[in-house]
């Protein structure tokens, strides 16, 4: 079926209280085994291209890859930008066939934030496209930009309020104390930040830094509002350890479509993991009904 706008899947996810797995693809073949997995648990998959991947493979080819593999497919899939901090590459998603943009202004005041948040809000919402947006400062790396634990800062719940009392958004990104790439330690993640922003925004909540996050962490923030869930790193690793596992195990076999087909394999089981997690199995049906 056609690619979805993210805001009708994200508001019956969190209606129906679980979470839709988000992943962060690096070529065709992550692209396609993320909505493989989705179709074989009956699920919704986000499918959100990094602003770097874009800048590898450009605009054209990432959409209608997608076009192509959702096409075939009947579950809902979203095509979705991540951090977009570039108006015009935010632009160009938009016009050529993103389901959903996150403008990620976050390291810009309030009222700037505000104001570029809602330009692009109004782009977005012409075409029928979600949008995600964040304040606050999420710790980590993503797409090679290195927030500290310095820089970041949680998120004021008044400021999120006012926020997104202004825009029409499928989603809100938090600054709640998850982070991207792997933790070192215990993360210091929350609850009560993530129940109060909840409340008083309403949106469906975004938890970047999916990552190594403990189950219980994972079913405490679906309780409370989280509604889409982001995994980027996990899937680097598997892409990259499973080509060389394969490798290794099988020294002499040099046929590519092998080692690329042990590394779907591989990939499709992560994200079968995460959706089924997450509580996205046997969903497709509502979403479908809502989209529709
Ligand atoms: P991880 O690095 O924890 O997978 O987080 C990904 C993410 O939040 C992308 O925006």
């Known amino acids: 079926m056609p690619l979805v706008n993210m805001k009708p899947v994200l508001a019956e996810a969190k209606a129906q209280g679980y979470a839709v797995a988000a992943f962060n693809p ?16 009956n699920a919704p998959v986000i499918v959100q291209t990094s602003a770097k991947t874009i800048k590898y493979y450009g605009h054209r080819a990432l959409v209608e890859w997608m076009r192509e593999i959702a096409g075939e497919s009947p579950v809902p899939v979203v095509l ?12 160009k998603c938009i016009e050529m066939g993103w389901t959903s943009v996150m403008i990620d202004a976050s390291e810009h005041p309030f009222e700037k934030n505000l104001e ?40 004021d719940p008044e400021e999120a309020e006012r926020f997104c009392r202004q825009l029409d958004l499928a989603a809100f990104a938090a600054a709640v104390g998850t982070a991207h790439g792997y933790y070192k330690g215990e993360p210091d993640v929350r609850f009560e930040l993530i129940e109060e922003i909840n409340k008083r925004t309403g949106v469906p909540m975004a938890l970047h830094g999916g990552t190594g996050l403990s189950d219980e962490v994972i079913q405490r923030c679906i309780k409370l509002g989280c509604a889409k869930i982001n995994i980027s790193t996990n899937l680097k690793h598997v892409f990259i350890d499973s080509f060389v596992e394969y490798h ?29 997690q997450f509580g996205g199995t046997n969903r497709a049906g509502e979403v479908l009904a809502k989209v529709a």
């Open 26 to 41: 690096v070529d065709y073949a992550s692209m396609k085994a993320m909505v493989a997995a989705a179709e074989e648990l």
């Open 248 to 276: 290794k195990n099988n020294p002499k076999d040099y046929e590519p479509l092998r080692v690329l087909g042990a590394q779907f394999e591989a990939l499709k089981a992560l994200f079968k993991e995460k959706i089924a």
């Open 116 to 155: 570029l948040t809602s330009k692009v809000v109004e782009w977005a919402s012409a075409a029928g496209v979600g949008v995600e947006a964040e304040i606050g400062q999420i710790m980590g790396v993503e797409d090679d930009m290195v927030v500290d634990e310095k820089d970041s800062h949680y998120t």
């Open 80 to 91: 979705h930008l991540d951090h977009g901090k570039d108006l015009d590459m935010i632009k």
